[in-house]
């Protein structure tokens, strides 16, 4: 969302050795009775193999070196571009599409670890995925594939140039019946895609190998200290920008048994709000992906935004300068593949001729190990004070049509009866991939802030992403809150939030919630099994 006021925002896995079929010769035990023959040949038949399941049981327990040692991954896509007139999403305003400069993609990863333990993330070019989406999407998910919450993370980039989904950003267009309807429509039709695409990224499974590295990118800003109109000024001078950052270029592998690179999974910490216009594209992280699938040929570049609430791709609004960002995040990408094709060098043996920092760097970048923990909750994040009915009549006269637009739709709440909850239940992941990989995702526009503090309090190998499961709103550390500002003062309202503000102790609310699901995971050393 861009930085202006006015215009706005822009059943865990069945275990292998709990199968129904083995439960059902287990129960055999109990009772023959006068069963024909050949019945009772298959109840034998079903006795062994139950024995011989049990054994290679305690065999597997007794020998874990030699059980399928290793990941199962499978990869899907699916374009997601309306076929049908649906605005673009964000800036506060009515944007009718005209024509795409390229495709948007949704793209989900299966993996399953060597215990058979699964976790779904699907990363997307939408704008935001509201909170009723998300919840109907993973009931789908569960119901069709046996995913609980924790197993799935569902992702968008926070595209600016991607479509309107029904209640994302209620308030923030016309309120037009056709339009309504359309959106109405392709909110339907990619909730089935979503679990369409999962269902093909389960179907595909099959051994792979994971590794992850890192690279850099410099074209984020910090846009609360930074202002736009400066920043050609600042950037002439050679004047150092203001403000926390955060440059780094988490990136995730995935490669089939057979060499062929399935995947490679990215994140970068800022908006996707280059560019303002009205065709479909993906912003500079779609410019991005569209690079790397080209570098990769038959790998899917999946985009993750990772803590980028306010950050933004300074300067900007013109397509070359979209293309360049896109190129510059898919160099730091590349660059980290060389290091880590390095590190696998060093590791087998084959390469010995770098010393010192730069081979401990290289090293550093390990393979991940097959091993797989996945925890979520919501954390009740309270508002500082839910919204009044006295002030929300006060509102319907604002001037600003968002304001007066959602003062009605809350009126209309009110009315029927609803009671507005004083907190927002808030989504935070946790996965543990192996030793070396914390994936913490959490719910809407998360400020760099919080990337910053958990890399240092987990240390080397986490991932922190924003942008998981609902947009919810901007989700201000203490600093930004106690700034105010756009991320951090009183603007819940543009989220259809019943209240203005988030209360002061965000942020507690948030590390307290991360800490005890990092605890649940476990904190495995490198190379650990779990
Ligand atoms: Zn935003």
Same mark, same amino acid.
């Given at each position: 969302?861009?930085?202006?006021? !006015?215009?706005?925002?822009?059943?865990?896995?069945?275990?292998?050795?709990?199968?129904?079929? $083995?439960?059902?010769?287990?129960?055999?035990?109990?009772?023959?009775?006068?069963?024909s023959?050949?019945?009772?040949?298959?109840?034998?038949?079903?006795?062994?193999?139950?024995?011989?399941?049990?054994?290679?049981? =305690?065999?597997?327990?007794?020998?874990p070196?030699?059980?399928?040692?290793?990941?199962?991954?499978? =990869?899907?896509?699916?374009?997601?571009?309306?076929?049908?007139? !649906?605005?673009?999403?964000?800036?506060?305003?009515?944007?009718?599409?005209?024509?795409?400069?390229h +495709?948007?993609?949704?793209?989900?990863?299966?993996?399953?670890?060597?215990?058979?333990?699964?976790?779904?993330?699907?990363?997307s070019?939408?704008?935001?995925i509201?909170?009723?989406?998300?919840?109907?999407?993973?009931e789908?998910?569960?119901?069709?594939?046996?995913?609980?919450?924790? /197993? #799935?993370m569902l992702? &968008?980039?926070? *595209?600016?140039?991607?479509?309107r989904?029904?209640?994302?950003?209620?308030?923030?267009y016309?309120?037009?019946?056709?339009?309504?309807?359309l $959106?109405?429509?392709?909110?339907?039709?990619?909730e089935?895609?979503? #679990?369409?695409? $999962?269902?093909?990224?389960?179907?595909?499974?099959?051994?792979?190998?994971?590794r992850?590295?890192?690279?850099?990118?410099?074209?984020?800003?910090?846009?609360? *200290? *930074?202002?736009?109109a400066?920043?050609a000024?600042?950037?002439?001078?050679?004047? @150092?920008?203001?403000?926390p950052?955060?440059?780094?270029?988490?990136?995730?592998?995935?490669?089939?048994?057979?060499?062929?690179?399935l995947?490679?999974?990215?994140g970068?910490a800022c908006?996707?709000?280059?560019?303002s216009?009205t065709?479909?594209?993906?912003? &500079?992280?779609?410019?991005?992906?569209?690079?790397?699938?080209k570098?990769h040929?038959?790998a899917a570049?999946?985009?993750?935004n990772?803590?980028?609430?306010?950050?933004?791709?300074?300067?900007?609004?013109?397509?070359?300068?979209?293309?360049?960002y896109?190129?510059?995040?898919?160099?730091?990408?590349?660059?980290?593949?060389?290091?880590m +094709?390095?590190g /696998?060098?060093?590791?087998?043996?084959q390469?010995?001729r770098?010393?010192?920092?730069?081979?401990?760097?290289?090293?550093? &970048?390990? @393979? =991940?190990?097959?091993?797989?923990?996945?925890?979520f909750?919501?954390?009740?994040?309270? &508002?500082?004070?839910v919204v009044?009915r006295?002030?929300?009549q006060?509102?319907?006269?604002h001037?600003?049509?968002?304001?007066?637009?959602?003062?009605?739709?809350?009126l209309?709440?009110?009315?029927?009866g609803e009671?507005?909850?004083?907190?927002?239940p808030?989504?935070?992941?946790?996965?543990?991939?192996?030793?070396?990989?914390?994936?913490?995702?959490?719910?809407?526009?998360t400020v760099?802030?919080y990337?910053l503090?958990?890399?240092?309090?987990?240390?080397p190998g986490?991932?922190v992403?924003?942008?998981?499961? +609902?947009?919810?709103?901007?989700?201000p550390?203490?600093? $930004?809150?106690?700034?105010g500002?756009?991320?951090?003062? @009183?603007?819940?309202?543009?989220?259809g939030?019943?209240?203005?503000?988030?209360?002061?102790?965000?942020?507690?609310?948030i590390?307290?919630?991360?800490?005890?699901l990092?605890?649940?995971?476990?904190?495995?050393?490198?190379?650990?099994k779990?």
């Amino acid at each position: 969302m861009s930085a202006s006021r !006015v215009h706005g925002p822009d059943a865990p896995t069945p275990s292998r050795w709990n199968s129904p079929h $083995v439960g059902a010769y287990g129960a055999s035990h109990v009772s023959v009775g006068p069963w024909s023959l050949k019945f009772l040949w298959s109840l034998e038949l079903g006795v062994w193999s139950f024995r011989a399941v049990a054994l290679a049981v =305690v065999f597997a327990l007794a020998h874990p070196g030699l059980a399928a040692d290793t990941w199962k991954a499978g =990869v899907a896509k699916a374009v997601i571009t309306p076929e049908k007139p !649906v605005w673009l999403a964000g800036y506060g305003s009515k944007r009718a599409p005209e024509g795409k400069l390229h +495709d948007l993609w949704m793209k989900a990863l299966a993996l399953e670890d060597a215990h058979g333990r699964r976790a779904v993330l699907v990363t997307s070019d939408f704008q935001g995925i509201p909170k009723a989406m998300c919840d109907r999407t993973c009931e789908k998910l569960r119901r069709r594939f046996g995913l609980a919450r924790d /197993q #799935v993370m569902l992702t &968008y980039s926070h *595209n600016h140039c991607g479509p309107r989904l029904t209640e994302d950003l209620h308030d923030y267009y016309p309120v037009e019946a056709e339009q309504e309807a359309l $959106v109405d429509e392709y909110t339907a039709l990619m909730e089935a895609k979503i #679990v369409e695409t $999962v269902g093909a990224a389960l179907a595909k499974l099959a051994p792979a190998s994971l590794r992850i590295g890192e690279g850099r990118a410099t074209f984020a800003v910090n846009r609360r *200290n *930074n202002k736009e109109a400066e920043m050609a000024d600042l950037l002439s001078k050679g004047a @150092p920008l203001k403000g926390p950052v955060d440059h780094a270029v988490p990136v995730m592998t995935v490669t089939a048994s057979n060499g062929r690179l399935l995947a490679i999974l990215f994140g970068y910490a800022c908006h996707p709000t280059t560019l303002s216009f009205t065709q479909w594209c993906g912003d &500079y992280p779609g410019f991005a992906q569209i690079a790397l699938e080209k570098n990769h040929p038959g790998a899917a570049a999946m985009f993750i935004n990772t803590c980028g609430g306010d950050q933004n791709p300074l300067p900007r609004r013109r397509v070359e300068l979209c293309e360049r960002y896109g190129q510059m995040l898919a160099e730091g990408v590349e660059n980290a593949l060389k290091q880590m +094709d390095v590190g /696998q060098t060093l590791l087998s043996g084959q390469e010995s001729r770098r010393n010192g920092s730069a081979r401990q760097e290289c090293l550093a &970048y390990k @393979p =991940v190990s097959p091993s797989l923990r996945t925890a979520f909750e919501f954390a009740a994040l309270a &508002y500082e004070k839910v919204v009044t009915r006295e002030e929300l009549q006060a509102e319907l006269q604002h001037k600003h049509a968002i304001h007066a637009r959602w003062a009605a739709r809350m009126l209309k709440k009110l009315d029927a009866g609803e009671k507005f909850a004083a907190s927002y239940p808030y989504p935070v992941h946790a996965w543990r991939l192996g030793g070396e990989l914390l994936f913490i995702g959490m719910g809407g526009e998360t400020v760099v802030d919080y990337a910053l503090r958990f890399k240092k309090e987990f240390g080397p190998g986490t991932w922190v992403c924003g942008y998981a499961d +609902d947009l919810v709103a901007y989700i201000p550390s203490r600093r $930004v809150w106690e700034e105010g500002g756009y991320e951090g003062g @009183p603007h819940l309202y543009e989220y259809g939030r019943p209240a203005f503000r988030w209360a002061g102790d965000v942020e507690e609310r948030i590390v307290e919630c991360v800490r005890r699901l990092v605890k649940k995971i476990g904190r495995a050393s490198s190379g650990e099994k779990q």
